[in-house]
């Protein structure tokens, strides 16, 4: 269990802000589904480079009432739903 935690806390004493950065913490993944919601309702030509690269690489779909993060499967021949979910340790 030690090893476990020690693994978990060095993963998240990585963690950065950056996009490509998989660790979400509750405020990164809340901000990055209002980011992606917004940047649906605008047209292509008003889009700016971080919001077409979100669009690219994830969706927000509303399940059950709740927004949820989707990371997109890159294969298009494989019919994949990768639900993103904020890491718990910063939830508490």
């Known amino acids: 269990m030690k090893l476990k935690n020690d693994f978990i806390n060095k993963i998240l004493g990585m963690r950065n802000?950056?996009?490509?950065?998989p660790v979400f913490?509750?405020?990164?993944y809340n901000q990055?589904?209002?980011l992606i919601n917004d940047a649906k309702l605008k047209?292509?030509?008003r889009r700016n480079d971080q919001e077409?690269?979100?669009l690219k690489t994830?969706?927000?779909l509303n399940l059950g009432n709740q927004d949820k993060?989707?990371?997109k499967s890159k294969d298009l021949k494989?019919?994949?739903?990768?639900i993103m979910l904020p890491s718990m340790k910063f939830m508490m």
Do not use: C, M
């Not at 802000?17 to 950065?21: G, I, K, P, R, T």
């Not at 913490?25 to 990164?28: G, S």
């Not at 494989?78 to 990768?82: D, P």
């Open 17 to 21: 802000e950056s996009l490509n950065n």
């Open 25 to 28: 913490t509750l405020e990164r």
């Open 32 to 34: 990055t589904i209002e």
């Open 43 to 45: 047209s292509n030509s």
């Open 52 to 54: 077409i690269s979100l």
């Open 58 to 60: 994830y969706d927000a």
């Open 69 to 71: 993060l989707v990371k």
């Open 78 to 82: 494989i019919h994949q739903l990768n």
